[in-house]
């Protein structure tokens, strides 16, 4: 990682949200991610650093 990355946001939903449960938006990348590492697992692409540079 280099400076300045952005990993996370700030929770929109307020206080009175449960800080133990996952955003909507949170939710909606880590199945987009996910989904990516099964096609290119189904595909048969091994985690080389070629590909990991690649993303």
């Known amino acids: 990682m280099v400076g ?27 199945g987009g991610v996910l989904e990516a590492l099964m096609m290119l697992m189904h595909q048969g692409v091994k985690a080389t650093k070629e590909v990991l540079e690649v993303a």
Do not use: C, H, L, Q
């Open 4 to 30: 300045g990355f952005k990993i996370g946001d700030i929770d929109p939903r307020g206080e009175t949200a449960d800080f133990t449960s996952v955003s909507d938006k949170a939710r909606a990348i880590g």
